[in-house]
């Protein structure tokens, strides 16, 4: 008889405990998910602007020369 239980148990549809208790781990995941891309990009716009900074010094430097020529 347990083991009837146990399988009618297995397909019968989940109580909203259940279904709240995925839903939250899953909203968990998606939340570390998009706290990562946001580290990850965050980064990568840093990054980006240090670069723009270094090679706008480096042309002016070049240009600051090629006027006093």
């Known amino acids: 008889m347990r083991f009837i239980t146990n399988i009618m148990n297995k397909f019968s549809a989940p109580d909203s405990t259940e279904i709240a208790r995925k839903e939250l ?18 980064a990568q716009v840093d990054f ?10 480096y042309l002016s430097d070049i240009d600051g020369k090629k006027k006093t020529k």
């Open 25 to 42: 781990e899953q909203s968990r995941r998606a939340f570390l998910e998009a706290k990562t891309h946001t580290e990850y990009y965050g």
């Open 48 to 57: 980006e602007t240090k670069r723009i900074k270094r090679l706008e010094d």
